[in-house]
């Protein structure tokens, strides 16, 4: 899409006139999400890399804040056509994006360069899943709501990143409920011996329910906490004892626990 034709599609808000263009490349990694219930990769998280493979973390750290936007509106289309390419085409997975929040203006406006990336890499939108960090702080929840409002018009997937860790916490849940939470791997970590992380999962686990909202346990490293987190009632999983990312590529992937050691494990 060209600089005039992204213009005019964006008349309630300039974001995509205005935003600085990035001076760097990028790309993404991806890391599979497990279905433990049907045994199968549910779809993959599309993760920012640098182009020598340098972390999200250090990316973040070359987006001014003239860049954000840009960056949020960049990495939705490179995510797209990456999977396009990558994704076995009668497979039914889902892709995961995260998104910045705050770099969206207008929710409608915002969306057109992912709408036409999709349609341009036929690529279905209802494959596709949005997700937020609670680690980013969102002053206006209203604007948020009205965020996946229309996302869900498209039927985009709605997910929570990084929940129990981040800003709003609970509260999120009270202004608006999404089709899925992550629980943040701290509170995964030694998950098997914690009674303390137990209760907190347990009350998520229940909130969710409660809500029809779909849990996904993710920093999953030890098989110790995929079995405990599983008996829980958590079907989405995610981690190193699964998968680490791969580079452009879909990774082999760990397909759950042995049947003796899930045997052993309920005994």
């Not at 549910?42 to 070359?62: D, F």
């Not at 915002?110 to 702080?137: G, K, Q, V």
């Not at 699964?242 to 042995?258: D, K, T, V």
Request: charged share 25%.
């Amino acid at each position: 899409m060209d600089e005039t034709s992204e213009g005019a599609f964006c008349m309630a808000c300039n974001g995509c006139t205005t935003s600085a263009r990035l001076d760097f490349d990028f790309s993404m990694a991806f890391q599979p999400i497990y279905d433990a219930v049907d045994d199968r990769v549910w779809g993959y998280e599309a993760l920012v890399r640098g182009m020598a493979g340098e972390g999200a973390a250090e990316v973040l750290t070359r987006i001014s804040a003239e860049q954000k936007y840009r960056f949020d509106q960049d990495c939705r289309v490179k995510a797209i056509e990456l999977a396009s390419r990558l994704f076995p085409a009668d497979d039914d997975l889902k892709l995961s994006i995260n998104f910045m929040p705050n770099a969206v203006y207008e929710p409608a406006a915002c969306l057109r360069a992912t709408l036409l990336a999709a349609s341009r890499c036929s690529f279905p939108t209802s494959s596709i899943m949005f997700e937020f960090t609670e680690n980013e702080e969102v002053a206006d929840t209203a604007h948020l709501t009205n965020i996946i409002t229309e996302y869900r018009k498209h039927g985009f997937t709605t997910a929570i990143d990084d929940f129990g860790a981040g800003h709003a916490g609970l509260s999120l849940l009270v202004e608006f409920q999404p089709d899925l939470l992550k629980i943040d791997m701290e509170i995964v970590r030694g998950v098997d011996g914690s009674a303390a992380r137990q209760a907190v999962v347990a009350g998520i686990v229940g909130i969710a329910g409660k809500l029809g909202i779909t849990v996904l346990a993710e920093g999953i490293e030890t098989e110790a906490e995929f079995l405990f987190l599983k008996a829980q009632g958590i079907r989405l999983f995610q981690g190193y004892w699964f998968a680490r990312p791969a580079f452009e590529a879909l990774p082999e992937i760990r397909f759950g626990a042995s049947p003796d050691v899930i045997a052993a494990a309920s005994r």
